[in-house]
């Protein structure tokens, strides 16, 4: 099944990620740089959440030195590792995008600074934006030691930085499998930068991302 925007989902029957009627912009935060860098070699992944996966996708497939960024599912079974039972809330899991990067031209540290500046707000519990639930919860899931060293170390930093005034809310979380989502959410903002979603919450993200981090902005979409 094949989804061109957020009004055909609706026409499905499908919980897609959210458009009410009236709604104000996200916010840009100034993250801080990271105190503490990260120290990799050799191509890497690492999976991160912060409402719908659509925006978060986006952002990394615009982020120089990211080889692939994909949507899915983490954090629950494998049995209910599909969207409609994922948009329950009641599977565990969050929309998530496991990246692919190179660290030789962007840092995991520096990955960090974008997803919280312009991606996600690391402050809100179970929501981003327009959508609400545990499925839309910001979380960090390491999959290396080092990684691991560098998100806390980073989540603290956050919490005292003072760009924040509310205690932060986003998660270290285990990594578990991560499954890949339906082939229609695979490069959506790509595929459907009309869609009433994208152009209200993703393509600013973009857009931002484009503005605060022009030497990491890449103007092409990378797929995958």
Known sequence: MRMKSVLAAAALGISACALPATASAEQVFDAPVAARQANESGLQTA????????????VFSHTRG????????????SGTATYRQVTSGTTQHAEAVRVTYD?????????LQIMFSVGADPTLHNRQGPDRGPQYRAAIVPMTAEQRAVARAYVAQMGSSGVWNKPMAVRIENHRRFYEAEEYHQDYMLKNPNAGYIVRWDAPKVEALREHFPQLYRARFRTG
């Open 66 to 77: 990211v080889t692939s960024a994909v949507a899915g599912y983490h954090g629950g079974s």
């Open 103 to 111: 660290p030789s031209v962007i840092r995991y540290d520096q990955l």
């Open 47 to 58: 999976i991160f959440a912060g409402g719908c996966f659509w925006g978060i996708e986006g």
